[in-house]
């Protein structure tokens, strides 16, 4: 949709934009369609202006089905301004005889702006970024600088959005972030989240929703908020694909092909992409031992230097069905499946001076292959347009098993050289169930009601083994784990949305039944012991809160509650004791308690021609936060995590938009984000409260060029920030993209590169009673790609039929357009 600029703040509710008030005196209403496709258009900007005056006297948006209405108007003659970006402007002179009138313009039809040199060929781009009611949304489908990477090249572009150099997702400087697929979970958790993000190719990806305080409709998993990807799914009539192929300077390969089918009754599609992923890395880190005392004789320095390297294989199947009756009912299934193989190898230098000197190396060489995948079955029904019921099932499985091997070894003796094989095999699983019943009976007014039902289950054994043969001998019984956890989670939700002049609101609950059980088992005497198992169970309530005030001259503004929770994750409860390093065991901790914060956010959109501004601010409290601990006994570094800490955290956010000469789109946008941890006392240990401000800038600019190329650029500044015990310095990012499409647009060819400067690493200074310490890590680095796309079928095929269409759209389904999000 072209008409991007408004629509997170015209009404509060889940989906539902600003809506046509009754015609009432003093009124003008109408419908925008588009000129082409004749469906009525959403968020459009309407105006009224006295007639050759300027100022605006009333302003407004379209809702879902492009219906208006402005009222308030007085005795006189008035030119109403209907304009979206991408279309033509249309001017309507009306004339109201008295303060008792009503005037309707009926269908007001608008037509795509083709104003062009003929000397340039201009083709319209999708916009970059949009608001809806409760979340932003950012096309990535034209992201240039991702082509040909992984779903974690995507996210790391978007705003807000934060990927770390072992592929860990935060939202607003908070890892507590759910990240679902087509708007459900799919399996993603804290152990394989990275590993999946970094399998899923770039060009599967339609685009990236940032859904930072949901309604009482999604679930409250994540106190950060959610990032839903949706995946491509084109469903115009007639057959159609494509097939790819690019390569990167690192000597990674991507390559797929995606086809779609689709006619009246069935919709159908299949992508099969493959990755030859190929990373590198590096690290240092300068550590003084300080021996917290003012001798200095006794200190150490210890200096040491790191090297990594990772490639694998890894092939990505999705598929879609979705078989309409009638208008009314449609059943529809649909799945996608991940295969990958790794291998990584990292090697660390260890010159130790000082009162104690060694040099040592450790060298780990890690095996992993992943494989699992998400099946979804569903049909739903619909009464009329906006009443239906949606029921479906979905079964995801994710399995990574890991192989790998530590050799530790000393120059002249100074201890002896050290072996250790560990295999861990990580399983897991979950059922869900799930119904949502959905009526919106007028424009205003709407309720919204679901239930969902989660059954997950792990089972992870961990076994070290002392030698490469893998003997019977050779395992180490101390070291062994088998990790069972099981957590039943069961919702339901009920939301309310109406209006009262320009007052809009929505009212939500949602209650949740969570029972957990989590056992850890040890081998002793030769055998698996049984493990005493954990069980706790709990049910909590879930309020939500949305209000809307629509001012004059296109101005909304917006106030939402949520109250949200973060789950402790299946490591966080193990109990086994992790001795790979016998000077720092970690271990988790079976009585963990949720951490649940209450969150409450402001919002404020100014929309004008051709540009958008936007500011949010935010402040959140959790309590019982899961907090890491460490402590000294007999020399050995304790780590675990408890539920100790109170935090308060709060940002702003500021996002400009301007679209300038119908070929330059430039986004621009600011975060700043306050995080306080208060002190706490554990293990007669006294930790300090910790106090953190961070900022983050981003701009992303798009040109469309002469001769169907275009270019994007995207710049990245993250500011110094406060981490544990020390600072972590500002860094930066430069990427670029260029596409040329010829022969009919049936071949692309895209060209980008990442990193441009090579600037982008993590460099932190820490410091404690004992030690000063500069480390940095660094991965990958600057990197070149080439893409070449060819697109075949029926591409001039017309889209569905008007009515089947719009029936469609409005009631879309995780199974035919990937966002029904009942949760």
Not at 299 to 318: C, K, S, Y
Not at 640 to 661: D, H, P, Y
Request: glycine share 10%; net charge neutral.
């Amino acid at each position: 949709m072209k008409c991007f600029f408004v629509g997170m703040l015209l009404l509060i509710g889940t989906v539902l934009p600003i809506q046509a008030e009754t015609l009432v005196p003093g009124t003008v209403k109408g419908t925008v369609i588009d000129s082409k496709t004749k469906q009525g258009m959403e968020f459009v900007n309407v105006t009224v202006k006295a007639n050759g005056a300027a100022t605006v006297l009333n302003a407004g948006v379209t809702d879902s089905q492009g219906d208006f209405a402005l009222g308030g108007l007085k005795t006189g003659t008035y030119d109403v301004v209907v304009s979206c970006v991408g279309y033509k402007s249309v001017i309507k002179t009306i004339h109201l005889g008295s303060a008792s009138s009503a005037v309707s313009l009926n269908k007001i039809s608008l037509v795509e702006d083709s104003h062009l040199l003929k000397e340039v060929s201009v083709v319209g781009q999708q916009p970059q970024m949009k608001f809806e009611i409760d979340k932003k949304v950012f096309n990535v489908s034209q992201d240039l600088s991702s082509i040909g990477g992984s779903a974690s090249d995507v996210l790391s572009n978007i705003p807000s959005i934060n990927v770390d150099n072992d592929g860990n997702v935060s939202l607003r400087g908070n890892s507590s972030v759910t990240i679902w697929i087509n708007g459900k979970a799919s399996g993603l958790s804290s152990d394989n989240q990275a590993q999946v993000l970094e399998q899923l190719p770039a060009e599967s990806i339609e685009r990236i929703e940032v859904i930072t305080n949901p309604s009482a409709k999604y679930s409250p998993e994540g106190t950060a908020g959610i990032i839903n990807i949706v995946l491509k799914e084109d469903r115009q009539l007639g057959y159609f694909g494509s097939v790819r192929a690019g390569v990167r300077s690192n000597g990674s390969v991507v390559s797929g092909t995606s086809v779609n089918y689709t006619t009246s009754k069935l919709d159908a599609n299949i992508d099969l992409g493959y990755r030859h992923m190929v990373q590198d890395g590096g690290s240092f880190s300068h550590r003084t031992n300080t021996q917290g005392t003012s001798d200095t004789s006794d200190d150490t320095f210890l200096n040491q230097t790191g090297e990594r390297n990772q490639n694998g294989n890894g092939v990505f199947l999705r598929g879609g069905l979705t078989y309409h009756f009638n208008k009314k009912d449609q059943l529809y299934g649909n799945g996608f499946g991940i295969l990958g193989h790794g291998n990584s190898n990292n090697i660390i230098n260890y010159d130790q001076t000082g009162a104690i000197t060694y040099k040592s190396l450790r060298r780990t060489d890690t095996e992993t292959d992943i494989k699992g995948g998400n099946a979804t079955v569903g049909f739903k029904h619909a009464f009329t347009q906006d009443h239906y019921l949606d029921f479906s099932t979905s079964y995801n499985k994710w399995g990574m098993d890991n192989d790998a091997t530590y050799n530790q070894s000393y120059e002249n003796g100074f201890k002896p050289s050290s072996f250790q094989e560990q295999v861990n095999n990580i399983n897991n699983r979950n059922l869900e169930f799930q119904l949502d019943y959905q009526n919106k009976w007028d424009a205003d007014h709407k309720i919204e009601a679901g239930w969902k039902s989660t059954l997950g289950r792990e089972n992870s054994p961990i076994k070290t083994y002392t030698d490469p043969s893998k003997s019977a001998s050779s395992f180490d019984p101390s070291a062994y784990n088998r990790f069972i956890y099981d957590q039943d989670i069961h919702a339901g939700y009920v939301t309310y949305t109406g209006k009262w002049s320009k007052l809009g609101y929505q009212l939500g609950m949602r209650g949740e039944y969570t029972k957990v059980k989590t056992l850890s088992k040890a081998w002793e005497n030769g055998a698996e012991t049984s493990g005493t198992p954990y069980t706790t169970d709990y049910f909590k309530l879930f309020p939500s809160m949305y209000l809307t005030y629509s001012l004059p001259a296109g101005n909304e503004l917006q106030l939402n509650y949520s109250r949200r929770i973060n789950r402790p994750w299946g490591g966080q409860l193990n109990s086994f004791r992790n001795i790979t390093d016998s000077t720092n065991i970690s271990y988790g901790n079976p009585e963990l308690k949720p951490q649940y914060s209450n969150s409450l956010e402001l919002n404020y959109i100014k929309n004008w021609d051709k540009h958008m501004l936007s500011f949010s601010t935010y402040y959140r409290t959790t309590n019982d936060v899961i907090q890491s601990v460490s402590y000294l006994q007999n020399n050995i570094m304790y780590s675990t995590s408890i539920n100790i800490a109170k935090t308060q955290s709060a940002g702003v956010e500021l996002i400009e938009k301007s679209s300038l000469f119908k070929i330059f789109d430039i986004t621009t946008t600011w975060d700043g984000y306050y995080y306080k941890l208060n002190g706490f006392n554990y293990n007669a240990t006294v930790y300090a409260p910790e106090e953190r401000f961070a900022w983050n800038a981003r701009m992303i600019a798009n040109v469309i060029l002469p001769y169907s190329w275009s270019l994007q650029m995207n710049g990245n500044y993250n500011s110094r920030q406060s981490i544990a015990q020390g600072t972590s310095s500002s860094n930066y990012s430069v990427d670029a993209g260029l596409k040329k499409t010829f022969l009919k647009k049936k071949w692309t060819l895209s060209m980008n590169v990442r990193d441009m400067f090579n600037s982008l690493g993590q460099h932190n200074y820490t410091s404690g009673t004992s030690f000063i310490q500069d480390a940095k890590n660094w991965r990958t680095g600057r990197r070149y790609g080439v893409t070449l796309t060819y697109s075949f079928g029926n591409m001039k095929m017309k889209k569905r039929p008007q009515a089947q269409q719009e029936d469609d759209d409005s009631n879309s389904t995780p199974g035919a357009a990937g966002n029904g999000y009942g949760q």
